[in-house]
């Protein structure tokens, strides 16, 4: 799994952020999860799933949606 710091633009046509990967950027790290390990993104935190080291394997991704109001 990887993490960078987004690259953000307006489209101004619809007002909507545009979120690209272009290069990796220096801010970009390499997040290696092993068996029983996850890792949690915040809303904005662009990260790229479904990465493998070395052979191919199964990869499950779990979307949880908690109220913010939680969370402080």
Do not use: N, Y
């Amino acid at each position: 799994m990887a993490w960078q710091a987004p690259r953000v633009s307006v489209k101004s046509s619809t007002m909507r952020m545009i979120i690209s990967f272009a290069a990796p950027l220096k801010t970009s790290k390499t997040i290696i999860l092993k068996p029983g390990m996850f890792a949690v993104f915040m809303p904005g935190e662009p990260h790229k799933p479904g990465c493998v080291v070395g052979e191919p394997g199964e990869i499950k991704k779990v979307v949880v949606k908690v109220k913010a109001d939680l969370m402080a």
